[in-house]
């Protein structure tokens, strides 16, 4: 079935006939990859855990509220998206600097190394991944593993699609160059 | 990039990333105990079934395409009836698909279904204009996801269109006159609408060679569009009962207007970038028509109309197209620069639209790594 419509029905079931099974296929659609987004950008799979949970009870929340929703695919990655931010945030508060860098799994404190040494089909990439900016790192996830369009991806980041499509020329190239230099 | 595609899809199909199946499986157990309390307290709406079924429908398909999705939805069904179990989902993947898609065959085999059963050379042809619309909505949506595929998927919806419109010029050739006056009427009525969207769409494509396969549909709908004033000309000159000569005079005063308004966006371009290139002849030529059509000459009018459209295409193919992008309201202008000629042309006009603008930009290649907190414009080199 088309992604789209397939979701379409699924908010048209949330929201019009508040129907819960709904919700259920939602999030058993949706909860390994929003985990997975959230856990590439966090330090540990318990912080993914607490956050993609958040992710789907805010997720109703707003539902319940019967506030429009436009692609549940962007709505959902973009609480997500926030609700890291905002962990993110508290971290900085309550730790010092250099604590608060231990985020993620691309970052220097990461364990990517050990990812890198189990997992040779991906390895040159998650190598490459470590090497580009956040910015270029988060569009190639959402396009290439996340598989989301332009649309989503510009919904998810608050930017227009032609700025997406500028991003994520750059970043592919980027990603393209790094391997390349890697092969070296 | 197909070796990174493949890390990426092993890299999807990997444990890294996955959560444990415990903690999905109990926290969907809590989430879904709390979702229906929720439910359970708030009170249930009812619906008519034909007004759940209108309200589904407007959730699936936009407005504009509910009209479009009807002719072809109910063969569709008809198809899908034997195959599938003929639900409204598979229906509409199928109308929305472009090149590339698993159901884009279907969608092409149906518009050729009803073709097959429409009745007459005009439905028919209306069908092919239709079509071809379809195939220049795929060539936007394609290039407006950032794929590897874009370029072989541009290729094929421009082939298509390209098809799309040499069965419509057959249509205009070989039908009977007032058959023919009709069919023109209708493809000149789309006919400027395609060349619009062409041109907007090909200012966002960055590949070179997609860029000109757009170029080339473009010139295609342009010679459709001038081909059917052709018919309706001619129409007129030998039944003048079908083709009144008040709609000739307004349908080749329109023509003259598109031609005269790509001429002066020509003119504003040249003036931004100094490019010293000559419309004047094309003016000429133009207002020649427009006398011409004033005076009920409509023939030689329409032979101005090919020339000045000959002379402007000439002009376009010599001057920096330039297109301005605008990113977020955190970033500034960014103005992309792509000609058919060197690069060093480029840089040159890049650097005279400096001068004349008198703003400073920062000058830089495609994929070139950019400060984006940089509040300094920047032009973009192909």
């Known amino acids: 079935m088309n992604k789209l419509i397939r979701d379409k029905i699924w908010l048209f079931r949330l929201s019009v006939k508040k129907d819960p099974e709904a919700f259920g296929k939602v999030y058993d659609e949706y909860v390994n990859r929003i985990y997975r987004f959230i856990y590439f950008k966090v330090s540990s799979s318990e912080e993914a855990q607490d956050i993609a949970s958040e992710t789907f009870l805010r997720a109703w929340q707003y539902i319940q509220e019967g506030k429009p929703i436009k692609q549940l695919s962007a709505f959902l990655y973009s609480i997500a998206r926030n609700l890291v931010i905002d962990h993110y945030r508290r971290r900085m508060l309550s730790l010092n600097a250099e604590e608060a860098e231990t985020a993620g799994l691309f970052s220097d404190k990461g364990d990517l190394k050990n990812?890198?040494?189990?997992?040779?089909?991906?390895?040159?990439?998650?190598?490459?991944?470590?090497?580009?900016?956040?910015?270029?790192?988060?569009?190639?996830?959402?396009?290439?593993?996340?598989?989301?369009?332009?649309?989503?991806?510009?919904?998810?980041?608050?930017?227009?699609?032609?700025?997406?499509?500028?991003?994520?020329?750059?970043?592919?190239?980027?990603?393209?160059?790094?391997?390349?230099?890697?092969?070296? | 990039m197909k070796n990174l595609l493949k890390q990426f899809a092993a890299l999807s199909k990997s444990e890294l990333g996955t959560p444990k199946k415990e903690w999905v499986n109990e926290f969907r157990s809590t989430l879904m105990m709390g979702v229906k309390n929720t439910v359970a307290h708030s009170e249930p709406r009812s619906f008519a079934f034909s007004k759940n079924i209108f309200d589904l429908a407007t959730f699936i398909f936009p407005k504009e395409q509910l009209r479009l999705a009807t002719r072809t939805a109910t063969v569709l069904t008809l198809v899908l009836g034997i195959v599938f179990s003929g639900s409204i989902t598979t229906v509409s993947a199928a109308l929305n698909s472009i090149p590339g898609d698993f159901l884009y065959p279907l969608k092409l085999m149906t518009e050729g279904a009803q073709v097959r059963l429409a009745s007459g050379d005009t439905e028919k042809a209306e069908l092919h204009v239709e079509f071809a619309s379809r195939r220049i909505q795929e060539v936007v949506k394609i290039n407006e996801e950032e794929s590897l595929n874009n370029k072989a998927r541009t290729a094929v919806a421009v082939k298509g269109f390209k098809q799309e419109m040499v069965t419509v010029n057959q249509y205009m050739e070989q039908s009977e006159p007032e058959q023919a006056a009709a069919i023109a009427k209708m493809v000149d009525a789309k006919s400027v609408e395609n060349e619009q969207i062409l041109n907007t769409v090909e200012k966002t494509i960055f590949d070179t060679e997609s860029r000109g396969v757009v170029t080339e549909a473009k010139t295609v709908a342009e010679n459709t569009g001038i081909k059917a004033v052709e018919v309706i000309v001619v129409t007129h000159t030998t039944t003048s009962s079908t083709v009144t000569s008040a709609e000739v005079k307004n349908t080749v005063t329109s023509k003259i207007n598109d031609i005269e308004k790509r001429v002066e966006q020509l003119s504003e371009l040249m003036s931004a970038t100094s490019t010293p290139i000559n419309t004047s002849e094309a003016k000429t030529a133009i207002g020649e028509a427009r006398a011409l059509n004033l005076s009920g000459d409509f023939s030689s009018a329409l032979s101005k109309i090919k020339e000045s459209t000959e002379l402007v295409r000439a002009v376009a193919a010599l001057t920096v197209t330039v297109s301005l992008y605008t990113g977020n309201t955190t970033t500034p202008a960014v103005i992309i620069i792509s000609n058919s000629s060197t690069p060093t042309s480029a840089k040159v006009q890049a650097q005279s639209l400096e001068q004349n603008t008198g703003t400073l930009f920062q000058i830089q290649s495609i994929g070139d790594r950019v400060d984006e907190s940089s509040t300094t414009p920047r032009i973009i080199l192909p």
């Open chain 1, 115 to 184: 990812k890198v040494e189990t997992n040779r089909d991906f390895s040159s990439l998650l190598i490459a991944m470590k090497k580009m900016k956040e910015e270029y790192r988060e569009i190639v996830q959402l396009k290439y593993l996340d598989e989301l369009s332009v649309g989503e991806i510009a919904e998810i980041l608050g930017k227009t699609k032609g700025a997406v499509r500028v991003t994520l020329h750059r970043a592919s190239k980027t990603l393209r160059e790094i391997c390349d230099q890697g092969k070296k």
